[in-house]
């Protein structure tokens, strides 16, 4: 049980850093459109934020979970 509580306050911990960088930890809520419709994903490609902004997303999970572990 004091495993468990220990994520979990982790896990809280992460998501207080993250929810101050972005107002999202979804997909659809960080891009403001959806990978699963076609036309979202041609937008999504045609403002460059595959492959600009999610590497930044990912980048900056990762920091957060280096300061929270």
Request: charged content about 35%; aromatic content about 8%; some cysteine.
């Amino acid at each position: 049980m004091e495993q468990k509580e220990i994520m979990n306050a982790k896990r809280a911990e992460f998501l207080e850093k993250f929810g101050k960088k972005y107002a999202s930890c979804s997909c659809k809520g960080l891009l403001k459109h959806d990978i699963a419709d076609p036309e979202d994903m041609q937008k999504i490609l045609a403002e460059g934020l595959l492959f600009d902004f999610c590497p930044e997303v990912v980048k900056d999970t990762i920091e957060i979970l280096k300061e929270v572990m």
